[in-house]
């Protein structure tokens, strides 16, 4: 169980830590969640000014984080525009990926093939229904 400070505890060798009630252990000042204790080197860790440290670093890379992802983006936008296809509307198109006659194409290779619907539906191991 923690042991709180009254304030009237004097110092010393023998001290005890406020926050996890270790006696007997070196003791320093640290400032938890707005109090002023004093912790053992177990419970420093907890001290809101280490943590502020911490926190601005975490700051720090987030902000270098969003940087590079901004480079990222920029460096995507300048790509080759002949990489795409120009003028591909696929806003309203369910099936943006298909080729035009993707249907024709496959039934003449199908034929083409020698098979019919129900023999290669049975060679691909495909129900058909």
Request: net charge negative.
């Amino acid at each position: 169980m923690a042991k709180y400070s009254t304030g009237s505890s004097g110092g010393g060798s023998g001290e005890s830590c406020e926050l996890c009630g270790a006696s007997g252990v070196k003791t320093s000042v640290a400032n938890v969640a707005g109090a002023q204790l004093e912790v053992c080197r177990d419970c420093a860790q907890h001290d809101d000014k280490e943590r502020s440290t911490d926190d601005n670093d975490g700051r720090e890379n987030r902000k270098k984080r969003a940087a590079q992802n901004v480079a990222r983006m920029h460096d995507s936008a300048k790509q080759d525009p002949g990489h795409w296809e120009s003028g591909a509307d696929y806003d309203d198109d369910q099936l943006p990926y298909l080729v035009p006659d993707y249907d024709d194409r496959i039934t003449t290779a199908r034929q083409e093939a020698g098979y019919q619907l129900e023999e290669l539906a049975e060679e691909l191991d495909f129900d058909e229904g």
